[in-house]
């Protein structure tokens, strides 16, 4: 390969128009029209600014220069291509999804059956990570990349799960809320466990691993095929670790606002409580 692909190939125009119908139905239905439906919350524009944004890294990842470019020369870029899919666009999502619009799908039993099973904490966890480790075995993952139609319907799957393992920790519905602060730390934490050996076999292999990058001539850089590997696994760690630290952070800090303002209010309650007690004493007198 020595020339790079045309202008729909690295714009992919289909995708982008998936991204505008979204955005549209996001903008006319629920940014709009949650006065329409019965118990729906305003849709406030930090949530907007969410779903958005997941919207726009979503077309970056699958639609942009970064997938055809990871597809057919760098693997480096693949894995950066995954990190912003799987461990970026489903927390932008999930914080833009008011807690209505996910309670109108729960109204069907078969949807809430099967959604409720696969984000059991888990569940979610260990179906996302084992998929993904399956992903990056040199055999599955050479013969998906010469078959566009299994790894599109791979990575569609994996996207999916991708969403299940986050939707306990940003999960918009309070009742389906079944982690608190403290094991959402210890499920982030999981996550990154699991995570790590995918990411220590291609850093530390001494070979290439992946024959569909290994006879790759780059137009656009010197970067020899076995430091691109070794670079998507480095790539794919830090961005997981700045991801699943600033998650932790996020975390233990909303709890411990939370727990400040229980201790606020209680010592506010308290402190009423004296001045009726002291109201009383002085009617006595």
């Not at 990575?155 to 809320?177: G, Q, S």
């Amino acid at each position: 390969m020595s020339q790079i692909g045309g202008f729909f190939d690295l714009w992919n125009p289909v995708i982008l128009l998936v991204v505008v119908v979204v955005g549209y139905v996001y903008s006319r239905f629920v940014a709009k029209g949650n006065g329409n439906f019965a118990d729906a919350e305003p849709v406030t524009g930090k949530q907007k600014l969410y779903f958005y944004t997941g919207l726009a890294l979503f077309y970056i990842g699958q639609g942009s220069p970064i997938n055809y470019i990871g597809h057919h020369y760098l693997f480096s870029v693949h894995m950066l291509q995954q990190t912003i899919l799987y461990l970026i666009v489903p927390i932008f999502i999930w914080l833009g999804t008011p807690a209505w619009v996910l309670r109108l799908f729960m109204q069907n039993r078969v949807f809430r059956g099967i959604f409720s099973f696969f984000t059991r904490p888990l569940i979610a966890l260990f179906l996302f990570n084992m998929l993904f480790s399956i992903y990056h075995m040199p055999l599955i993952m050479d013969g998906l990349m010469k078959n566009d139609v299994l790894l599109l319907s791979y990575h569609t799957v994996l996207l999916i799960t991708a969403f299940m393992m986050w939707f306990p920790v940003f999960c918009p519905l309070p009742e389906l809320n079944s982690l608190n602060d403290l094991k959402k730390l210890a499920y982030i934490f999981g996550n990154g466990m699991l995570l790590t050996p995918a990411c220590a076999l291609i850093i530390f292999a001494d070979s290439i691993i992946y024959d569909m990058y290994s006879n790759v001539t780059v137009p656009f850089t010197h970067l020899s095929p076995l430091d691109d590997q070794q670079l998507g696994g480095v790539l794919m760690k830090i961005i997981q670790e700045v991801v699943y630290g600033t998650t932790l952070a996020y975390i233990f800090f909303r709890w411990y606002r939370r727990e400040r303002k229980e201790d606020d209010d209680m010592d506010l309650l308290e402190t009423q409580e004296s001045l009726n007690n002291q109201g009383g004493n002085w009617n006595r007198a």
